[in-house]
């Protein structure tokens, strides 16, 4: 069985791992980024093996992580590689370890691998976003207080736009009924806009996992991916692709910063608010799980998605024997 492109997350912005270790939390774990000493991204639990303290307010020396604690140092694999206070010729215990998490690096993410443990040649190539090849961009974050179900189905849902958003986006559309012709391609989909059907020219794509773009000119794109932190929070991470001079960049910058901002203020709090937290929650009986309607289709076509993929993973991962490790398992 051959897995499609899709089971890889991306967790973190090249942009953001230049020269020094970056602790972030993904899918509830704590995680510490660095460069080794080939400037290969390495990512490990980020919980010294000795006791417990956080590896992220160590330092990185010689492309391994040091822990502030007691300087034990950690190689990218997660072995411990030094004890300071047992001298050279200790034999360090081989289950002195830390958990290492297989992660690669492509079109400006570092992306972490959500399946079973096994050999890279047998992992899937990455999702790709074709229309975004040859543009440069500018980026910018947030943190929602939402579960990263709830966040993206908020950029998938056009019918919210004239009451969540009457004040901007939203202030020109006179009449409410929305109608959504979803196309799917393999790993994602994608929809016209409102009022473009005629032209094809802007319209909205979702890749599988968690990366959204929205086409609004012929070389320009805004993007939005998701990175999962917990059942509570994502941080989004905001891009705009554009092909023009990069002497604008601090400009297109500061616009991009502004205009998300504009936006999305009116949709944290109602999507915070939402329950189930987690769409897919298996915990929610009928009365309270989500009745969506026929202009909710891009919300049908995510769930149908991610419900696709959570199969072919799981009959993968029963092929290759169950799950070992992996950056938590893919059922929320
Ligand atoms: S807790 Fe990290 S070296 Fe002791
Ligand atoms: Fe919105």
New binding site residues.
């Given amino acids: 069985m051959k897995l499609s492109p899709g089971h890889w997350y991306p967790v973190l912005s090249s942009l953001e791992l230049r020269d020094r270790l970056v602790a972030k939390t993904r899918f509830g774990l704590p995680l510490v980024f660095w460069r080794d000493a080939n400037g290969r991204a390495v990512c490990l639990e980020d919980r010294?093996a000795?006791?417990?303290?956080a590896?992220s307010l160590g330092k990185a020396v010689d492309g391994a992580i040091e822990?502030s604690?007691?300087?034990?140092r950690y190689d990218g694999a997660g072995r411990c590689v030094r004890v300071p206070a047992e001298g050279d010729e200790w034999q360090i215990p081989e289950q002195l370890r830390v958990t290492a998490h297989t992660i690669t690096e492509g079109g400006g993410y570092v992306w972490a691998w959500r399946g079973p443990d096994v050999a890279r040649e047998s992992l899937p190539a990455l999702p790709r976003q074709p229309m975004l090849e040859g543009l440069r961009y500018v980026e910018s974050r947030s943190t929602w207080n939402a579960h990263y179900t709830r966040c993206i189905e908020n950029v998938i849902d056009y019918s919210h736009l004239p009451f969540v958003h009457r004040r901007n986006i939203g202030a020109f559309i006179r009449d409410p009924v929305t109608k959504v012709d979803v196309k799917p391609f393999a790993g994602g989909f994608r929809f016209d806009l409102l009022g473009h059907k005629a032209t094809g020219r802007q319209f909205v794509e979702f890749t599988y996992p968690t990366l959204w773009a929205n086409k609004i000119g012929r070389k320009s794109v805004l993007v939005a991916t998701f990175m999962p932190v917990d059942d509570r929070h994502t941080e989004v991470y905001f891009r705009w692709y554009h092909a023009l001079p990069p002497v604008l960049r601090p400009l297109m910058q500061l616009w991009g910063r502004f205009s998300q901002y504009l936006v999305f203020k009116d949709d944290l709090p109602i999507v915070a608010s939402q329950l189930p937290a987690n769409v897919d929650d298996p915990g929610v009986d009928d009365a309270h799980a989500d009745k969506l309607v026929p202009s909710d289709a891009g919300l049908v076509a995510f769930r149908k998605l991610r419900r696709d993929h959570r199969a072919e993973i799981r009959a993968w991962a029963t092929e290759q024997g169950g799950w070992r490790a992996s950056v938590g398992v893919p059922t929320e």
């Fill in positions: 010294c000795h006791r417990g303290a590896l822990c604690f007691h300087g034990f």
